[in-house]
């Protein structure tokens, strides 16, 4: 069964930074697209950053442009978002998600998904 498992997540002060990982287990990760999205308490998920399989092409929303980065590595099956200059809206649960190949920034493209990690920004 394949699992994605969020961690980094917790309670930072505005224009702080953060790391977040997510490690993916029983798929052939380099194969594998992956994702972050985030939903706030009453709003739906929405696309926040994502990295093909290969790790040469990446994008993010524009809300967190300049401020968060996205990452792989291949060999540990791992992907993080860094996360600097944090703002209040920032907070909300962070998801990672994976497809084959290439990115997309909707979620329904996405097969696979994780549990989620808290993300609060205090003003």
């Known amino acids: 069964q394949v699992r994605l498992v969020e961690s980094g997540g917790e309670l930072v002060q505005a224009g702080g930074s953060l790391r977040l990982s997510c490690v993916v287990s029983r798929l052939t990760f380099s194969n594998y697209a992956m994702g972050w999205f985030r939903q706030a308490p009453g709003k739906e998920r929405e696309f926040v950053a994502a990295?093909?399989?290969?790790?040469?092409?990446?994008s993010v929303t524009d809300s967190v442009k300049g401020r968060f980065t996205i990452s792989r590595d291949n060999a540990k099956g791992t992907v993080n978002l860094q996360m600097n200059s944090v703002k209040p809206e920032d907070t909300a649960i962070y998801y990672c998600?994976?497809?084959?190949?290439?990115?997309?920034?909707?979620?329904?493209?996405?097969?696979?998904w994780g549990r989620g990690t808290q993300v609060t920004v205090s003003p």
């Open positions: 998600a994976a497809r084959l190949f290439e990115t997309a920034t909707k979620a329904s493209a996405y097969d696979y």
């Open positions: 990295i093909n399989w290969s790790g040469g092409r990446t």
